[in-house]
Protein backbone atom coordinates (compact mmCIF):
# COMPACT_ATOMS: atom_id res chain seq x y z
CA UNK A 1 0.00 0.00 0.00
CA UNK A 2 1.25 3.72 -0.82
CA UNK A 3 -0.13 6.99 -1.28
CA UNK A 4 -0.57 9.58 -3.76
CA UNK A 5 -0.96 13.80 -3.28
CA UNK A 6 -4.70 14.56 -4.77
CA UNK A 7 -5.27 18.03 -3.56
CA UNK A 8 -3.26 21.11 -2.58
CA UNK A 9 -3.73 24.40 -1.41
CA UNK A 10 -2.19 27.47 0.28
CA UNK A 11 -3.48 30.97 2.12
CA UNK A 12 -1.62 33.84 2.83
CA UNK A 13 -3.07 36.81 4.82
CA UNK A 14 -4.25 39.64 3.23
CA UNK A 15 -1.44 42.32 4.24
CA UNK A 16 1.62 42.57 1.93
CA UNK A 17 4.88 44.09 3.70
CA UNK A 18 7.35 45.28 1.11
CA UNK A 19 10.81 46.33 2.01
CA UNK A 20 10.60 50.19 0.90
CA UNK A 21 7.41 49.69 3.95
CA UNK A 22 10.63 48.00 6.54
CA UNK A 23 12.75 50.88 5.66
CA UNK A 24 10.55 53.14 7.62
CA UNK A 25 10.17 51.46 10.41
CA UNK A 26 13.46 49.86 11.05
CA UNK A 27 17.28 50.42 10.03
CA UNK A 28 17.63 48.81 6.51
CA UNK A 29 17.12 49.08 2.92
CA UNK A 30 15.22 47.46 -0.05
CA UNK A 31 18.55 46.98 -1.98
CA UNK A 32 20.07 44.77 1.30
CA UNK A 33 17.16 42.91 1.85
CA UNK A 34 17.06 41.97 -2.22
CA UNK A 35 20.53 40.99 -2.34
CA UNK A 36 20.89 39.23 0.99
CA UNK A 37 17.94 37.31 0.79
CA UNK A 38 16.16 37.88 -2.73
CA UNK A 39 12.96 38.66 -0.58
CA UNK A 40 10.69 41.82 -1.67
CA UNK A 41 7.69 41.43 0.01
CA UNK A 42 6.44 39.04 2.72
CA UNK A 43 2.59 38.58 4.19
CA UNK A 44 1.88 39.36 7.96
CA UNK A 45 -0.83 38.78 9.71
CA UNK A 46 -2.78 41.33 11.32
CA UNK A 47 -5.91 38.83 13.20
CA UNK A 48 -5.51 35.77 11.91
CA UNK A 49 -3.47 32.95 14.61
CA UNK A 50 -1.67 30.00 12.35
CA UNK A 51 -4.88 27.35 13.01
CA UNK A 52 -6.85 30.30 11.47
CA UNK A 53 -4.35 30.08 8.23
CA UNK A 54 -3.60 26.73 8.60
CA UNK A 55 -7.82 26.18 8.35
CA UNK A 56 -8.13 28.34 5.46
CA UNK A 57 -5.15 26.85 3.56
CA UNK A 58 -6.94 23.27 4.07
CA UNK A 59 -10.00 24.46 2.94
CA UNK A 60 -8.77 25.56 -0.06
CA UNK A 61 -7.05 21.84 -1.01
CA UNK A 62 -10.45 20.23 0.36
CA UNK A 63 -12.51 22.33 -2.08
CA UNK A 64 -10.31 21.92 -5.53
CA UNK A 65 -10.52 17.92 -4.62
CA UNK A 66 -14.79 17.83 -3.88
CA UNK A 67 -13.52 16.09 -0.41
CA UNK A 68 -15.47 16.31 2.79
CA UNK A 69 -13.65 16.90 5.75
CA UNK A 70 -15.75 14.96 7.60
CA UNK A 71 -14.21 11.96 5.05
CA UNK A 72 -10.71 12.72 6.76
CA UNK A 73 -8.82 10.06 8.72
CA UNK A 74 -6.47 12.71 10.12
CA UNK A 75 -4.79 16.14 10.56
CA UNK A 76 -1.00 17.01 10.90
CA UNK A 77 0.20 20.02 11.44
CA UNK A 78 4.36 21.46 11.18
CA UNK A 79 4.72 24.47 12.84
CA UNK A 80 6.64 26.15 15.42
CA UNK A 81 4.16 29.21 15.93
CA UNK A 82 1.32 27.14 17.13
CA UNK A 83 -1.54 29.19 18.67
CA UNK A 84 -0.93 27.58 22.24
CA UNK A 85 1.10 24.74 23.45
CA UNK A 86 -2.07 23.15 23.90
CA UNK A 87 -4.43 22.58 22.21
CA UNK A 88 -2.71 21.62 19.01
CA UNK A 89 -2.66 23.73 16.16
CA UNK A 90 -4.09 20.16 14.41
CA UNK A 91 -7.11 20.42 16.98
CA UNK A 92 -8.21 24.11 16.25
CA UNK A 93 -7.99 23.55 12.62
CA UNK A 94 -10.43 20.50 13.04
CA UNK A 95 -12.89 22.03 14.77
CA UNK A 96 -12.11 24.81 12.25
CA UNK A 97 -12.90 22.86 8.83
CA UNK A 98 -15.73 20.81 10.66
CA UNK A 99 -13.28 17.64 10.45
CA UNK A 100 -15.17 14.33 12.60
CA UNK A 101 -13.23 13.50 15.67
CA UNK A 102 -9.85 12.62 13.96
CA UNK A 103 -6.40 12.19 15.18
CA UNK A 104 -5.02 15.47 15.11
CA UNK A 105 -1.57 16.99 16.31
CA UNK A 106 1.30 19.36 15.54
CA UNK A 107 5.04 18.30 14.47
CA UNK A 108 7.57 20.93 15.50
CA UNK A 109 10.95 20.98 12.83
CA UNK A 110 11.02 24.14 12.77
CA UNK A 111 11.44 25.15 8.89
CA UNK A 112 12.21 20.72 8.50
CA UNK A 113 8.59 20.68 9.67
CA UNK A 114 6.62 20.14 6.51
CA UNK A 115 9.48 17.40 5.20
CA UNK A 116 9.00 16.20 8.36
CA UNK A 117 4.96 15.48 8.53
CA UNK A 118 4.71 14.54 5.04
CA UNK A 119 7.24 11.33 5.78
CA UNK A 120 4.83 10.36 8.71
CA UNK A 121 1.81 10.61 7.11
CA UNK A 122 2.87 8.75 4.41
CA UNK A 123 3.73 5.66 6.45
CA UNK A 124 0.41 6.84 8.66
CA UNK A 125 -1.70 6.47 5.45
CA UNK A 126 -0.31 3.30 4.06
CA UNK A 127 -0.44 1.18 7.39
CA UNK A 128 -3.65 2.18 9.18
CA UNK A 129 -7.55 2.51 8.28
CA UNK A 130 -7.65 5.75 7.10
CA UNK A 131 -8.29 6.82 3.49
CA UNK A 132 -7.16 10.46 3.18
CA UNK A 133 -4.69 12.29 5.56
CA UNK A 134 -4.62 16.25 5.44
CA UNK A 135 -1.05 17.63 6.21
CA UNK A 136 -0.33 21.21 6.97
CA UNK A 137 2.56 23.78 7.25
CA UNK A 138 1.55 27.51 8.78
CA UNK A 139 2.94 29.99 10.56
CA UNK A 140 2.78 33.53 12.27
CA UNK A 141 6.85 33.95 12.51
CA UNK A 142 5.72 37.66 12.82
CA UNK A 143 4.84 36.93 16.24
CA UNK A 144 8.04 35.31 17.42
CA UNK A 145 10.53 38.09 15.66
CA UNK A 146 12.03 40.91 17.33
CA UNK A 147 10.78 43.95 15.16
CA UNK A 148 13.65 45.87 16.57
CA UNK A 149 16.29 43.12 15.34
CA UNK A 150 17.18 44.19 11.13
CA UNK A 151 18.92 40.53 10.87
CA UNK A 152 16.14 38.63 11.74
CA UNK A 153 12.84 40.77 11.13
CA UNK A 154 13.26 41.50 7.45
CA UNK A 155 13.40 37.65 6.59
CA UNK A 156 10.38 36.10 7.51
CA UNK A 157 6.51 36.00 6.89
CA UNK A 158 3.68 34.34 7.68
CA UNK A 159 1.18 31.85 6.04
CA UNK A 160 -0.03 27.96 5.28
CA UNK A 161 -0.02 25.65 2.61
CA UNK A 162 -1.68 21.97 2.23
CA UNK A 163 -1.61 18.74 0.65
CA UNK A 164 -4.19 15.76 0.98
CA UNK A 165 -3.49 12.24 0.48
CA UNK A 166 -4.97 9.57 -0.45
CA UNK A 167 -3.99 6.08 0.29
CA UNK A 168 -3.10 4.38 -2.94
CA UNK A 169 -2.95 0.60 -3.83
CA UNK A 170 -1.60 1.33 -7.23
CA UNK A 171 0.98 4.51 -6.05
CA UNK A 172 3.99 4.84 -4.04
CA UNK A 173 4.60 8.77 -3.52
CA UNK A 174 7.03 8.37 -0.82
CA UNK A 175 10.32 6.94 -3.27
CA UNK A 176 12.94 7.68 -0.87
CA UNK A 177 13.96 9.69 2.33
CA UNK A 178 17.04 11.16 4.03
CA UNK A 179 15.95 12.61 7.19
CA UNK A 180 18.01 14.06 10.36
CA UNK A 181 18.47 16.37 13.40
CA UNK A 182 21.65 17.27 15.30
CA UNK A 183 20.30 18.79 18.22
CA UNK A 184 23.92 19.67 19.67
CA UNK A 185 23.56 22.43 17.32
CA UNK A 186 20.01 23.66 19.32
CA UNK A 187 21.43 27.39 19.99
CA UNK A 188 21.63 28.16 16.61
CA UNK A 189 18.13 28.88 16.11
CA UNK A 190 16.24 29.50 19.29
CA UNK A 191 12.17 30.90 19.39
CA UNK A 192 9.65 31.42 22.44
CA UNK A 193 12.07 29.90 25.35
CA UNK A 194 9.95 29.05 27.71
CA UNK A 195 11.26 29.43 31.07
CA UNK A 196 10.93 27.82 34.80
CA UNK A 197 9.47 30.37 36.41
CA UNK A 198 8.28 28.22 39.57
CA UNK A 199 8.20 29.76 42.89
CA UNK A 200 11.12 27.35 43.86
CA UNK A 201 13.27 27.81 40.58
CA UNK A 202 16.13 30.32 40.64
CA UNK A 203 15.49 31.14 37.34
CA UNK A 204 12.01 32.94 38.52
CA UNK A 205 13.65 36.18 38.45
CA UNK A 206 15.33 35.82 34.90
CA UNK A 207 13.88 37.39 32.07
CA UNK A 208 14.59 35.00 28.76
CA UNK A 209 13.97 36.42 25.51
CA UNK A 210 10.92 34.59 23.57
CA UNK A 211 12.13 36.16 20.51
CA UNK A 212 13.54 34.09 17.76
CA UNK A 213 17.54 34.42 17.49
CA UNK A 214 19.32 32.78 14.52
CA UNK A 215 23.09 32.67 14.12
CA UNK A 216 22.38 33.71 10.37
CA UNK A 217 25.81 32.84 9.00
CA UNK A 218 26.18 29.22 10.68
CA UNK A 219 22.52 28.07 9.07
CA UNK A 220 24.07 29.09 5.81
CA UNK A 221 26.91 27.20 5.65
CA UNK A 222 24.92 24.00 7.72
CA UNK A 223 22.30 24.38 4.60
CA UNK A 224 24.85 24.67 1.38
CA UNK A 225 26.39 21.64 3.05
CA UNK A 226 23.76 19.37 4.53
CA UNK A 227 20.97 20.27 2.36
CA UNK A 228 23.45 19.61 -1.37
CA UNK A 229 24.24 16.39 0.62
CA UNK A 230 20.96 15.25 1.18
CA UNK A 231 19.43 15.81 -1.89
CA UNK A 232 22.16 14.23 -3.66
CA UNK A 233 21.24 10.98 -0.76
CA UNK A 234 18.24 10.32 -1.82
CA UNK A 235 18.55 10.14 -6.06
CA UNK A 236 21.39 7.76 -5.17
CA UNK A 237 19.09 5.60 -2.95
CA UNK A 238 16.39 5.30 -5.64
CA UNK A 239 19.44 4.87 -8.43
CA UNK A 240 18.56 8.05 -10.46
CA UNK A 241 19.92 10.60 -12.02
CA UNK A 242 19.23 14.40 -11.60
CA UNK A 243 17.45 14.33 -15.05
CA UNK A 244 14.75 12.46 -13.71
CA UNK A 245 13.71 14.88 -11.35
CA UNK A 246 11.73 17.65 -12.79
CA UNK A 247 11.71 19.93 -10.12
CA UNK A 248 13.67 20.41 -6.60
CA UNK A 249 11.28 22.72 -3.65
CA UNK A 250 13.71 23.76 -1.44
CA UNK A 251 12.49 25.61 1.95
CA UNK A 252 12.43 29.12 0.83
CA UNK A 253 15.52 30.84 3.71
CA UNK A 254 17.48 32.86 1.01
CA UNK A 255 17.53 33.09 -2.88
CA UNK A 256 21.54 32.89 -2.52
CA UNK A 257 20.99 29.43 0.11
CA UNK A 258 19.40 27.75 -3.40
CA UNK A 259 21.94 29.46 -5.71
CA UNK A 260 24.66 27.72 -3.36
CA UNK A 261 22.94 24.31 -3.37
CA UNK A 262 22.50 24.25 -7.06
CA UNK A 263 26.30 25.28 -7.90
CA UNK A 264 27.62 22.44 -5.34
CA UNK A 265 25.12 20.07 -6.62
CA UNK A 266 25.94 21.34 -10.94
CA UNK A 267 22.95 21.71 -10.85
CA UNK A 268 20.62 24.75 -12.93
CA UNK A 269 19.08 27.40 -10.99
CA UNK A 270 16.06 26.57 -13.46
CA UNK A 271 15.66 23.20 -11.64
CA UNK A 272 14.92 24.84 -7.70
CA UNK A 273 11.54 26.25 -7.71
CA UNK A 274 11.30 29.51 -5.82
CA UNK A 275 8.45 32.12 -4.39
CA UNK A 276 10.82 33.54 -2.28
CA UNK A 277 10.76 36.90 -3.79
CA UNK A 278 6.96 37.06 -2.67
CA UNK A 279 6.96 35.36 0.36
CA UNK A 280 10.08 36.01 2.70
CA UNK A 281 10.89 32.39 4.44
CA UNK A 282 7.07 30.77 6.28
CA UNK A 283 8.96 28.24 7.97
CA UNK A 284 7.36 24.79 7.77
CA UNK A 285 4.86 26.55 5.58
CA UNK A 286 7.32 27.38 2.66
CA UNK A 287 7.44 23.94 0.97
CA UNK A 288 3.55 23.54 0.36
CA UNK A 289 2.88 27.07 -0.38
CA UNK A 290 5.53 26.20 -3.31
CA UNK A 291 4.43 23.27 -4.15
CA UNK A 292 0.57 24.37 -4.62
CA UNK A 293 1.73 27.39 -6.57
CA UNK A 294 3.68 25.30 -8.94
CA UNK A 295 0.80 22.94 -9.45
CA UNK A 296 -1.82 26.31 -9.59
CA UNK A 297 0.83 27.40 -12.45
CA UNK A 298 0.89 23.98 -14.28
CA UNK A 299 4.80 23.91 -13.92
CA UNK A 300 3.66 20.12 -12.05
CA UNK A 301 0.71 18.30 -12.84
CA UNK A 302 -0.85 15.73 -9.91
CA UNK A 303 -0.77 12.07 -11.23
CA UNK A 304 1.53 12.68 -14.06
CA UNK A 305 4.18 10.51 -12.39
CA UNK A 306 6.79 13.26 -12.19
CA UNK A 307 9.61 13.14 -9.92
CA UNK A 308 10.85 15.67 -7.75
CA UNK A 309 12.55 16.58 -4.18
CA UNK A 310 11.14 18.43 -1.39
CA UNK A 311 13.87 19.54 1.40
CA UNK A 312 13.79 21.35 3.94
CA UNK A 313 16.18 22.94 6.80
CA UNK A 314 15.67 24.53 9.90
CA UNK A 315 16.02 24.99 13.69
CA UNK A 316 16.83 21.81 15.58
CA UNK A 317 19.20 21.98 13.56
CA UNK A 318 16.76 19.39 11.31
CA UNK A 319 17.25 18.83 7.60
CA UNK A 320 15.62 16.23 5.37
CA UNK A 321 14.52 15.63 2.03
CA UNK A 322 11.85 13.43 0.55
CA UNK A 323 11.76 11.78 -3.52
CA UNK A 324 8.36 11.94 -4.45
CA UNK A 325 6.49 11.08 -7.30
CA UNK A 326 3.17 12.66 -8.16
N1 LIG B 1 19.52 45.68 6.60
C1 LIG B 1 20.72 46.25 6.44
N2 LIG B 1 21.85 45.73 6.97
C2 LIG B 1 21.74 44.59 7.66
C3 LIG B 1 20.51 43.94 7.86
C4 LIG B 1 19.37 44.53 7.29
N3 LIG B 1 18.15 44.00 7.42
N4 LIG B 1 20.73 42.83 8.59
C5 LIG B 1 22.04 42.75 8.83
N5 LIG B 1 22.66 43.83 8.28
C6 LIG B 1 24.09 44.15 8.30
C7 LIG B 1 24.81 43.51 9.45
O1 LIG B 1 24.70 44.34 10.62
C8 LIG B 1 26.22 43.44 8.94
O2 LIG B 1 26.82 44.71 9.09
P1 LIG B 1 28.37 44.85 9.49
O3 LIG B 1 29.12 44.19 8.37
O4 LIG B 1 28.56 46.32 9.58
O5 LIG B 1 28.50 44.11 10.78
C9 LIG B 1 26.04 43.20 7.44
O6 LIG B 1 24.69 43.58 7.15
C10 LIG B 1 26.26 41.76 7.02
O7 LIG B 1 25.54 40.89 7.89
P2 LIG B 1 25.63 39.32 7.76
O8 LIG B 1 24.81 38.73 8.85
O9 LIG B 1 27.06 38.91 7.62
O10 LIG B 1 24.92 39.10 6.36
P3 LIG B 1 24.77 37.77 5.52
O11 LIG B 1 25.26 38.04 4.16
O12 LIG B 1 25.28 36.55 6.23
O13 LIG B 1 23.19 37.62 5.43
C11 LIG B 1 21.35 36.36 6.39
C12 LIG B 1 22.43 37.41 6.62
C13 LIG B 1 20.40 36.90 5.33
C14 LIG B 1 20.60 36.13 7.67
C15 LIG B 1 21.99 35.05 5.90
O14 LIG B 1 23.06 34.70 6.73
C16 LIG B 1 21.02 33.91 5.84
O15 LIG B 1 20.09 33.90 5.06
N6 LIG B 1 21.23 32.86 6.66
C17 LIG B 1 20.36 31.70 6.67
C18 LIG B 1 19.15 31.94 7.48
C19 LIG B 1 18.28 30.72 7.42
O16 LIG B 1 18.33 29.96 6.48
N7 LIG B 1 17.47 30.46 8.41
C20 LIG B 1 16.78 29.20 8.20
C21 LIG B 1 16.08 28.65 8.97
S1 LIG B 1 14.76 29.56 9.57
C22 LIG B 1 13.94 28.50 10.61
O17 LIG B 1 14.29 27.35 10.85
C23 LIG B 1 12.78 29.11 11.29
Known sequence: MGTKIIGTGSYVPKKVVSNTQLESIMDTSDEWIKTRTGITQRYISEEEDTSVLCGKAAMNALEKTGIDPKELGFIIVATMTPDYSSPSTACLVQEYIGAGSVMAFDINAACSGFVYALSVADKLLATGDFRYGLVLGGETMSKIIDWSDRSTAVLFGDGAGSILLEKSSDHAMLLQEDIHA???????????????????????????????????????DFALRNVSHSIKKVTEMASIDFSEVTTIICH??????????AKKLKLPIEQFATNISQYGNTSAASIPILLNEWIEKEQLTLGSGERIILTGFGGGLTWGSLLIEL
Open 252 to 261: QANVRILQGI
Open 182 to 220: DGSRNKALTASKQTLKNPFSSNAKKVCTTDLQMEGRAIF
